[in-house]
């Protein structure tokens, strides 16, 4: 059987998303390297995958897939038999595992990508960092992290009583999120510090770490 | 019968009529329960129970109350897979992924540059608020590389995910009907041959038609 390929970057958080997913579903695949600094994802054989020019893109036979996201959700189905369960088969469990996948899209991830843009990557690229995008961001994410503080005093994980894509997209950003002054916001609040710890201890995470660190 | 699901918003909110585009589509009867949102009821504690975020729109059905525009769509699409258009959401694992992928590139690339356009030239004016010029030129610009991919795209298939029209293309509705009926900016659809042509094809569903007939009704 073909091993899946993932196109993809393992600076790139949502190459990282990909990652996670595939290690936690234990599949075979092969990891393409895409040399962003060469410009790779914008040229026309990169193009093919994703025609938006990002990392990363999934080949599984003939499919060829983009969006992070879309990517995980088709080969936590597709794979369902395989490692880790990632969604709900009940589908009313899945509505709310769906609910908060998209709340991670909408609500977290932009205030998040954001920071980590302004406080983790711009200052390894010798850019300098604009306060008042931070101060706005930071600002918006407290508020995000208040619900996530709530939700997660009524339910173990984002999802339900389970790990599923719900948590392991916020990994990404979370781990450049750390190493900057963000991370007090997490600190603070007992619950999201709690399951921040728990998702980010997973063994299948610290592989995807352990990839980034021979970069 | 079954019981009409509940959906909570005013028609004229983009995510509200995205919900509402999919439940014609779909045949599913609901019941539309108005939220003032000029008076705050959106920030009440009543609505924060439904949507923690204080946003619209607010879903819920039997034993379940969910909320996100593009996971009711999904749950909708799920739960009523028998009822109206059955290819909404694809009717074979592919099919979905590539719905899927689609979905997440207008929530992730279309979304931000046009919702930004459709609140400062749709919603701004009506709400006193003052435009801001730079960041409706910053929108535009990165609103129209979107719509060339769009335009490339739609030169190799009918729909943004294959021959048929899915909740991918559905998805775009609400921001592309604003910009191309309230705005002056409808021309960044209708100057691109193969966007000019899905938009006329997909704004034209008796399901879009119903959508916007509401919002008139406000």
């Given at each position: 059987m073909a091993a899946i390929k993932v196109h993809g970057n393992p600076l790139s958080t949502a190459s990282m998303r990909v990652l996670a997913t595939v290690y936690e579903k234990e599949i075979d695949h092969e990891f393409v390297f895409v040399d962003m600094r060469a410009g790779e994802h914008k040229k026309e054989h990169f193009l093919s995958f994703n025609p938006f020019g990002q990392v990363p893109a999934l080949e599984d036979g003939d499919l060829k897939l983009f969006e992070s996201r879309a990517i995980n959700k088709y080969i936590a189905c597709e794979y369902a038999v395989k490692g880790t369960q990632l969604i709900y088969q009940d589908s009313k469990k899945m509505a709310i595992t769906s609910v908060w996948m998209e709340v991670e899209a909408q609500q977290y991830d932009p205030a998040a990508s954001k920071l980590g843009w302004e406080l983790a990557i711009k200052p390894l690229l010798g850019m300098s960092t604009d306060t008042a995008v931070v101060e706005e961001n930071e600002a918006k994410l407290a508020k995000v992290l208040d619900v996530y503080e709530s939700r997660l005093a009524q339910s173990k994980y984002l999802g339900g009583d389970c790990f599923t894509l719900a948590d392991l997209h916020h990994l990404p950003t979370l781990h450049y999120l750390f190493g900057t002054q963000v991370k007090k916001h997490f600190d603070s609040r007992p619950h999201v510090s709690a399951w921040v710890a728990d998702i980010t201890a997973r063994p299948a995470w610290l592989k995807v770490l352990a990839l980034l660190s021979q970069q | 019968m079954a019981t009409p699901v509940k959906v909570y918003g005013p028609p004229m909110s983009t995510a509200v009529s995205r919900v509402l585009a999919c439940l014609y589509e779909k045949n599913v009867e609901f019941e539309l329960i108005s939220i003032n949102m000029s008076k705050g009821e959106h920030k009440k504690p009543e609505f924060l129970k439904l949507q923690p975020f204080g946003q619209v729109p607010a879903f819920e059905d039997e034993g379940i109350s969910i909320f996100e525009s593009r996971a009711i769509c999904r749950y909708v699409c799920d739960k009523y897979a028998d009822k109206g258009n059955k290819g909404l959401y694809g009717t074979n694992p592919l099919a979905k992924a590539s719905i899927d992928q689609w979905i997440e590139a207008e929530g992730q690339s279309f979304n931000p540059p046009s919702s930004t356009l459709v609140f400062q030239l749709a919603f701004a004016p009506r709400m006193n608020i003052k435009q801001d010029k730079v960041v409706i030129r910053q929108n535009e610009e990165k609103l129209s590389k979107v719509l060339d991919i769009y335009e490339k795209r739609l030169g190799e298939a009918r729909f943004l995910a294959g021959d048929e029209f899915s909740l991918a293309d559905l998805s775009h509705l609400p921001n592309t009907q604003y910009l191309v009926s309230?705005?002056?900016?409808g021309n960044l659809f209708t100057s691109r041959e193969n966007v000019g042509r899905w938009w006329d094809e997909i704004s034209s569903q008796d399901s879009w038609k119903k959508v916007v007939d509401l919002q008139k009704g406000t």
């Open positions: - | 309230g705005t002056d900016k």
